[in-house]
């Protein structure tokens, strides 16, 4: 039991970082633009077709490669034509906007692609278990951790290195006195924006080598995302962090002792936390509300 | 692919005369069966085009609508040529009632047809039998829809779980042991699924245990991981649609096919060519396949799919075909449209062979109203020569030997007055 | 002003009663005008919380929900009869609204959206994993609305679509005359403070938090009676209809409609569920439509259609 | 007797003292003007006595009360109304709801579902009677913010005034308006004072309205009380010369 417990929790955490990929991009975007990107999933649908569509002349890594960049692309023109006249309105308008635009990613690809789901092959030693202990830690979830990993560097860098980041950490904390500073905010959230949503095609890449694609599949990875970042406290992009890890054990654990539940219950502890912590496990008094 | 109809507007009877207005119809509606002459006898068929089943659904309305073409091309039903109307119930249970009822109410529709989702299935047949309207079930497969909650008006095409389950339940058991695990989806179709199974596995001795998983879920380690740990030795796989997929991703992924034996009821070719080849095993039923060496029609009608989809014909393209043709057929028959004097004739009713399209003429129980077709136990494998070759049938079952006896089913057919 | 107040009323009323005879030669069907009706309903109940007192909730489906479950349970389990069964669907999703809102109603903005999606998929979860009591993923079936017996008469609502389609809009007539109602009190008046300025009604002596909980507990109320509705016109339940994309659906009905009027989301309801039925049969692309619906009326019609109307006349 | 005592408040955001140790009394009747020079704390000062957030430590007693744990509603509740430096107003309704409002807030009538025609006819006679004290009477119907800049702070004014409180906290009533509505509301404020007899706390930049009505002065300077008195008084304090010509320079 003990040993099945500590499967649970390790595996927890893989689970988890996949969230927090999906979630942090979510998070950038809802920080600085204050808009809650229901199309998230589609985006990541978007990273997983494109993946799937040069694949076969890049392979499986030059489609890792060149998918998130393009879809960051898709993103920011997006962001240019649709979200950008919704800054300073109400957040219902972005959130019907996104809303509407899920509809039509996921049956944009539809028409694509068509209904049937797509088989999306993995490089063969990444398909392989470490170890028979061990069958859950694939070369692949691995590699899948690896990435989130990489990739949460990349963003610490971003953030506490470069001039953009900087500028967007300090647009997330109050973007009026960016403004007065004479940075160009449009340019500036467009940019943020984009590395959203580079997160999101990378989930989407990473998502079909696991679990095959469908135009449907986002539409079930957006809420934990969601939850995480309730859970963690929203404007904290640590409290994602461990808001994404915390519910991928949560869920895992659950799955153990009452399995239906399982889904539940990052709802459940949303509950709790907001009960206990309003304002989330990491955010700050003010932020947003 | 465009599944379309004729618009919506003031003075139907008029515009459909209007020669310039069928000419915009052209344009954005090409599969509209119209009238010629005779006002058309229509068929409403409700399916999930969009969502998770889009693949399916769309498949089922792929036969259904070749099904039509072919009857018009032959005289129709009584002389009137058909038209098949293709309503999206999306999915979900209100939108699918509200289009059953917007068939029969505003589209008059004679017959209907659908729905892949059981639950949606159910609720159109409340309305059906409501209406007095003869309803064919395509794909739906839980149990009560010819069991507890059968009625008069509803016939099913494709298999019941239970018929799917006792067809390769003591291939599994001779094969590879007495010892299961269920990775089962947490609504109806899993639970009836299971229960089939395990009334199956208790009476040959043997043990089982299972996970319960929501619908939806796209990682399967937490519940692989506790299949493991009870080291069955086979893990019956339940799942549909994009789920299946995914959970045997993964349990490949996992290195489990090496140590245990995986199967289950349905591995339909849709999710056969959704995984990639590696997730191509185990043990499973079709209850059509295109490949059937000497049974007369079959080969036709694979490649009239073909030329349509570019694919071979799946199960549910038959549905689809099947649903179309019986209701033609019996109509043509009787040489009526009246629904209680149809679906007495049907009860009982032996397919033809050209809508069979499987060895045996299945009938339609009279009991239950459950079409006895015949469930094809197989083993999942790459592609071997064509691309659709995914599956070779190790051993047909007759549909009546997979049912059971009538009683079992727990169907009480109540005729009207 | 007043004159003409009345005459939109009467014109309202007028549609709404004889939609029974305009719509068939137009190519409707009753059944689709009693779904207005119901979806309307819902979305003004919505609405009351989001156009009069300013408050985005994006999970306001799980009330709807509940509430058809609550009617559902009830005319299955409890007692075959119809009003009963309204009663108990609405009192469920009132109290589980009034419940819940105790948690949320400190949230503001986005942060009050999220946070009600999330509980509202806690519902939805429930509903879709406690199948032993509702069906689960196949929803909860077997119960049908029953006649209401008059004394004099008997109103036949379970076959005839027509009388169905006057018992609803009866009880739409009920529900909205109490939403009128309470809007034109003084505390519908401090709903509509808060809406305006928040920072002022809190130095007028409003407690905020107390009136958006009572102003939200009251629109989970109106949600769940119409959620019960809704389970009589399906005779069904399911949990779908607590989900968040429902929520998504209701909340452009009313922004469709225009979120200012009181009248306008159920134009958006008729608009957005006429052409969703319409479009999902002609093409099977139909969500990109919707989808591209919701986006052209968030970009160029932000106020919605009555609001654009009343705009352009100015 | 003292309306309104506050004794050593301190509010700190973080490492920022933004009120420091700073006592307070009016008294019944007065006319109390609070000056300073930006960033002294003048507005965190009001906040806290209208309970927009509590102090880190002191104490408040209005009307002999201990008030200081309050939430903002139940200090109304008790005669306390305010207007903002930037004016708070609802736009979108005329002149007359928005006084309304606040009108049926002090009928006690806020949580009614319905209201009886005695009940609003005593509702309508108090907003009346407020609009005719701020001179808004003839323009009841207009939507508040198609109002010029004078008569919304009018507005916001006869709001607080609806109230009937016995305290009125104005922020800066005359921020940001030419002299002939500096000199009307002004008058309005003298007005209320001396005809009316409300106890009033001022915050005002504009030294002429000051001196001009104010019964006592109270300096702020970097969250500190630097003096009080008098006008006369304040006008001749070295200290709050210093601090005005230091922050000038």
């Known amino acids: 039991m003990t040993l099945l417990l500590l499967f649970n929790i390790t595996n927890g955490l893989i689970v988890g ?78 959130l019907l906007l996104t809303f509407g635009l899920a509809f039509m990613i996921e049956d944009g690809t539809r028409f694509i692609f068509g209904p049937q789901g797509k088989p999306v092959a993995i490089p063969p030693f990444l398909a392989q278990p470490l170890s028979n202990d061990l069958f859950f830690i694939t070369g692949y979830r691995l590699f899948m951790v690896a990435m989130v990993i990489v990739a949460i560097a990349l963003l610490f860098v971003l953030l506490r290195y470069t001039r953009l980041g900087i500028r967007i950490r ?11 500073l004479g940075i160009n905010v449009r340019m500036l959230r467009s940019l943020n924006f984009a590395v959203g949503i580079f997160l999101a095609g990378l989930s989407g890449v990473l998502a079909a080598g696991q679990l095959g694609l469908e135009p449907t599949m986002g539409t079930g990875l957006l809420m934990p995302s969601f939850i995480a970042i309730i859970v963690g406290g929203i404007g904290s992009l640590p409290g994602t962090l461990a808001g994404g890890l915390l519910i991928g054990v949560a869920s895992g654990v659950t799955a153990v002792f009452f399995p239906a539940a399982s889904e539940a219950v990052i709802y459940m502890m949303m509950a709790v936390v907001l009960l206990a912590r309003p304002r989330g496990l990491f955010g700050e008094e003010g932020m947003m509300s | 692919m465009p599944i379309s109809r004729r618009s919506w507007s003031v003075d139907r009877r008029t515009i459909l005369k209007s020669g310039a207005l069928i000419a915009a119809a052209q344009i954005t509606s090409p599969f509209v069966i119209r009238a010629r002459g005779e006002t058309p006898i229509r068929i409403g068929m409700v399916d999930p085009l969009t969502g998770v089943y889009a693949a399916i659904a769309q498949n089922e309305v792929v036969g259904a609508k070749y099904a039509a073409e072919e009857i018009n091309k032959k005289g129709g039903i009584l002389g009137r040529p058909i038209e098949l109307l293709v309503e999206d119930s999306a999915n979900d249970v209100g939108t699918g009632v509200q289009k059953t009822r917007k068939l029969i109410d505003r589209d008059q529709v004679s017959f209907i047809i659908g729905d892949v989702n059981s639950g949606i299935a159910i609720a159109m047949a409340q309305v059906t039998s409501e209406k007095k309207v003869l309803h064919v079930v395509s794909g739906g497969h839980t149990d009560p829809i010819t069991g507890t909650s059968c009625s008069w008006n509803v016939f099913r095409v494709c298999n019941s779980t239970a018929m799917d389950a006792n067809a390769i339940a003591t291939t599994l058991i001779e094969k590879f042991g007495k010892k299961w695990y269920f990775l089962t989806p947490d609504y109806a179709y899993g639970h009836s699924v299971q229960a089939s199974f395990e009334k199956i596995l208790k009476s040959a001795g043997g043990t089982s245990a299972a996970s319960l998983v929501p619908l939806g879920t796209p990682d399967y380690s937490a519940y692989l991981i506790q299949a493991k740990a009870y080291s069955p030795q086979v893990l019956i796989n339940v799942m549909g649609g994009g789920d299946q997929v995914a959970s045997l991703k993964q349990f490949v992924q996992f290195g489990l096919d090496k140590q245990m034996a995986v199967g289950g009821t349905l591995f339909e070719l849709e999710s056969i060519r959704a ?71 049907l009860a009982g009713f032996k397919l033809p062979p050209e809508i069979a399209l499987q060895p045996g003429a299945p009938e339609y129980r009279a009991g239950d109203h459950e079409l006895m077709s015949t469930v094809f136990v197989g083993e999942a494998h790459p592609p071997q020569g064509d691309a659709d070759n995914m599956f070779t049938v190790k051993s047909p079952v007759p549909g009546d030997k997979a049912a059971g006896p009538v009683e079992e089913s727990g169907c009480k057919m109540q005729w009207p007055a | 002003m007043q004159s003409r107040k009345l005459i939109v009323l009467v014109a309202i009323w007028a549609v709404l009663l004889l939609a029974p005879y305009w719509m068939a030669p137009l190519g409707g069907y009753t059944a689709l005008a009693t779904r207005v009706l119901v979806l309307g309903l819902a979305a003004m109940s919505l ?39 309204l009663l108990a669907g609405m009192l469920l999703g009132g109290l589980c609204g009034a419940i819940l809102g105790t948690l949320i109603v400190r949230r503001r903005g986005v942060y009050f959206a999220m946070v009600t999606i999330a509980f509202g998929q806690v519902f939805y979860y429930i509903a879709f994993q406690w199948s032993s009591l509702t069906g689960g993923d196949d929803g909860l079936r077997g119960f049908a609305r029953q006649p209401i017996d008059l004394g004099v008469f008997r109103l036949d609502i379970l076959t005839d679509a027509t009388a169905f389609y006057y018992f609803v809009l009866s009880c739409f007539a009920l529900a909205v005359a109490a939403m009128g109602f309470i809007l034109r009190s003084p505390f519908g008046r401090t709903m509509i403070a808060i809406r305006e300025n928040e920072r002022r009604s809190r130095f007028l002596g409003i407690p905020i938090e107390r009136h958006i909980w009572i102003a939200f507990t009251l629109s989970c109320f109106f949600m769940g009676f119409a959620g019960a509705l809704y389970a009589l016109v399906n005779n069904f339940a399911d949990p779908h209809g607590l989900h968040y994309s429902q929520s998504g659906d209701f909340v452009m009905m009313a922004v469709m409609g225009g979120m200012r009027s009181f009248w ?51 | 007797m003292n309306v309104l005592e506050i004794n050593n408040v301190t509010k700190r955001f973080g490492n920022l003292v933004a009120v420091r140790e700073v006592s307070l009394n009016v008294a019944k009747g007065e006319l109390c003007a609070i000056i300073g020079p930006n960033g002294a704390g003048k507005t965190t000062f009001f906040n806290l006595i209208s309970g927009f957030f509590p102090p880190t430590s002191g104490t408040i007693i209005f009307d002999g009360r201990d008030i200081t744990r309050l939430a903002t509603h139940q200090r109304v ?47 309508r006679a108090h907003v009346e009677g407020t609009l005719k004290l701020v001179a808004l009477d003839n323009r009841s119907d207009r939507l508040v913010g198609e109002l010029s800049h004078g008569d919304q702070r009018a507005a916001e004014i006869a709001m607080a005034l609806a109230l009937k409180p016995h305290l009125l906290l104005l922020d800066e009533p005359t921020a940001g308006m030419g002299d002939q509505e500096t000199f009307q509301i002004s008058q309005l404020i003298r007005k209320l004072h001396r005809d009316s007899n409300y106890s009033i706390v001022l915050i005002e930049h504009d030294m002429r309205v000051v001196f001009n009505l104010a019964d006592r002065v109270c300096v702020l300077d970097q969250g500190r009380m630097l003096a009080q008195g008098t006008p006369k008084q304040i006008a001749a304090n070295e200290a709050v010369q210093a601090a005005y010509l230091g922050h000038a320079a």
Do not use: C
Request: charged share 10%; proline share 5%; no cysteine.
């Open chain 1, 17 to 94: 970082a996949f969230y927090v990929l999906m979630a942090l991009g979510l998070s950038l975007i809802l920080n600085l633009s204050n808009v809650i990107n229901f199309a998230h999933g589609g985006f990541l649908v978007i990273g997983g077709y494109i993946a799937y569509a040069i694949s076969p002349y890049v392979g499986f890594w030059g489609a890792l490669l060149l998918a998130p960049p393009l879809t960051a692309l898709i993103g920011l023109a997006v962001e240019r034509v649709l979200i950008r006249p919704l800054y300073g309105r109400d957040p219902l308008y972005s």
């Open chain 1, 170 to 180: 300090a647009g997330t904390l109050d973007l009026e006195t960016v403004a007065a």
């Open chain 2, 275 to 345: 995984v990639p080849d590696g997730a191509r095993v185990g043990w499973w039923t079709m209850e059509w396949w295109w490949d059937q060496p000497g049974v007369p029609h079959v080969a036709e009608f694979n490649a009239a799919m073909k030329k349509i989809t570019g694919s071979a014909a799946t199960a549910r393209n038959w549905f689809g075909y099947a649903s179309v043709q019986t209701l033609a057929v019996i109509a043509n028959q009787e040489k009526t449209l009246d629904a209680p004097k149809l679906a007495h004739a």
């Open chain 3, 47 to 85: 609405n009351f919380l989001l156009g009069f007192t300013g408050v985005l909730s994006f999970g306001h489906a799980a009330w709807f929900g509940l509430g058809a479950y609550g009617a559902g349970l009830t005319l299955k389990h409890l007692a075959t009869s119809t009003p009963l069964a």
């Open chain 3, 264 to 314: 306008g989301p159920l134009l958006g309801a008729a608009v957005f569920v006429v052409l969703q039925d319409y479009l999902s049969s002609v093409t099977v692309n139909w969500m990109s439509f919707v989808g591209l619906l919701f986006i052209l009326v968030v970009l160029f019609f932000p106020r919605g259609l009555l609001g654009f109307f009343q705009r352009s006349r100015a």
């Open chain 4, 77 to 123: 509740a008790r005669g306390m109304a305010r207007t903002f430096q930037i004016t708070e107003i609802f736009p979108e309704l005329t002149v007359f709801e928005n006084v309304r409002i606040a009108a049926e807030v002090a009928g006690g009538y806020r949580l009614r579902p319905w209201i009886n025609r005695v009940e609003a006819t005593k509702v």
